[in-house]
């Protein structure tokens, strides 16, 4: 625990936690961008507007980008 670094062998362990942390991490970006449209869903009340925000595309990250992520998370080790 005190290098925050997975130890040989434990890749099946990593990759699942890696999974978890990422669907965790999904269902968060999904609330928080609920809670924005519900947001400014009553600003356009307001104005009289009942468009729907725009939602952006889907943000799973892509390998390379879990990669990176851990690279700069693990101090570049």
Known sequence: PDTQEWQEGFDKQREEWE???????MKQ?????????????ETNYSSGST????????SLASDEQLAALR???SGGV
Not at 31 to 40: L, P
Not at 51 to 58: D, I, L, T, V
């Open 29 to 41: 970006i999904a609330k928080a961008a609920e809670a924005d449209a519900e947001a400014q869903g």
């Open 19 to 25: 999974r978890q942390y990422a669907e965790a991490h």
């Open 51 to 58: 468009e729907a925000p725009s939602q952006g595309g889907g």
């Open 71 to 73: 690279e700069k998370l």
